[in-house]
């Protein structure tokens, strides 16, 4: 599976950016579907992640300001950056995960783009 990730840039605080993953490859099985970001000297960590029967998870710190969404016939996930602040500043990676009931089989990562928030 090779996920590829667009959308990211620079944006001034308040602002809004739209990320993109599209799935291709094997693309059966990809249950969990969403991003992650890590910014320089931190862990990687969540923001969103949605699964295909539509079940969301946010980040506390995003949450009512983000959105995740998915077009399964795609094999894609967006994230919809609202109000964004400084500390949203990080690379976004998109991450799917290939499921057989509630066990993770695979973890597959994007090549991460880049959001710069300017205050």
């Known amino acids: 599976v090779q996920l590829q990730a667009s959308g990211g840039g620079l944006v001034q605080a308040g602002g809004s950016l739209k990320l993109s993953c599209v799935a291709s490859?094997?693309?059966?099985?990809?249950?969990?579907m969403g991003w992650y970001r890590q910014a320089p000297a931190k862990q990687r960590e969540l923001v969103a992640v949605m699964t295909t029967s539509g079940s969301t998870n946010y980040a506390d710190s995003v949450k009512g300001r983000f959105i995740i969404s998915r077009d399964n016939a795609k094999n894609a996930v967006y994230l919809q950056m609202n109000s964004l602040k400084s500390e949203d500043t990080a690379v976004y990676y998109c991450n799917a995960k290939r499921t057989s009931g509630t066990v993770t089989l695979f973890t597959f990562w994007g090549q991460g783009t880049q959001v710069t928030v300017s205050s």
């Open positions: 490859g094997t693309t059966r099985s990809l249950n969990d």
